[in-house]
């Protein structure tokens, strides 16, 4: 059973930074790209970041790059998001997402997290 | 970047009803659009990827179709369960990007 557990989320005053992570269970981790996706309260989604099985490939949202990086521990099964310079316009449900198909830029999301809850706010 | 226009925002259904939701993109993306499914408190599921195919476990009466740049989910014969939220999501390039959502309800 494919299980992504987030983590890292809480209450955060603007600009500064905090990490977010990813274990990700029953399934071969480095065989598959991995995502972030966030959802702000009661709206829609929004994709943030992705990264391919073997790091070499990382792109972002216009609205993070810069501020967010992407990485991943095949060795430990995790999947990190440092977020810095945040704003209340991060503030948002931050999910976990493992993409479609073995080692293809396949882009879409087939098993999600629970999600872990960022609030940035003074 | 690839906007995704959904439609509607809301609607309301009955038990057994044929529902429709439609995905308009910005410009082509070939086949490259799938469909969650999102239940209060819970992450996505995916329910149809690359427009038409159905995602392992999905019931049938789940279908995706596409015209040129407008995309459809239809559910036939809506069950109790099938009460949700409902995003496109475009797959063709990167930044990756999502319709707004429809939220089906109870009429």
């Known amino acids: 059973e494919v299980r992504l557990v987030e983590s890292g989320g809480g209450l955060v005053q603007p600009g500064r930074s905090l990490r977010l992570s990813c274990a990700a269970s029953?399934?071969?981790?480095?065989?598959?790209?991995m995502h972030w996706v966030r959802q702000a309260p009661g709206k829609g989604l929004e994709w943030v970041s992705g990264i391919i099985w073997n790091s070499v490939e990382k792109v972002y949202a216009d609205s993070v790059r810069g501020r967010f990086t992407i990485s991943r521990d095949n060795a430990k099964n995790s999947l990190y998001l440092q977020m810095h310079s945040l704003t209340t316009e991060d503030t948002a449900l931050y999910f976990c997402a493992k993409d479609l198909k073995v080692r293809t830029k396949a882009r879409l999301f087939e098993y999600w997290g629970q999600g872990t809850l960022v609030i940035v706010s003074s | 970047d690839i906007q995704m226009t959904q439609s509607p925002p809301s609607l309301s259904a009955s038990l057994g009803d044929r529902v429709t939701i439609t995905c308009r993109a910005s410009q082509t993306i070939s086949t490259h659009l799938n469909w969650y499914q999102q239940k209060p408190g819970k992450g996505p599921t995916l329910l149809i990827y690359a427009t038409s195919t159905l995602q392992t476990g999905v019931p049938s009466r789940f279908s995706g179709s596409r015209s040129g740049t407008e995309f459809t989910l239809t559910i036939s014969d809506l069950q109790p369960e099938d009460f949700a939220s409902y995003y496109c999501?475009?797959?063709?390039?990167?930044?990756?990007?999502f319709g707004g959502g429809t939220k089906v309800e109870v009429k």
């Open positions: 999501q475009q797959s063709f390039s990167a930044p990756l990007t």
């Open positions: 029953g399934f071969t981790f480095d065989d598959y790209a």
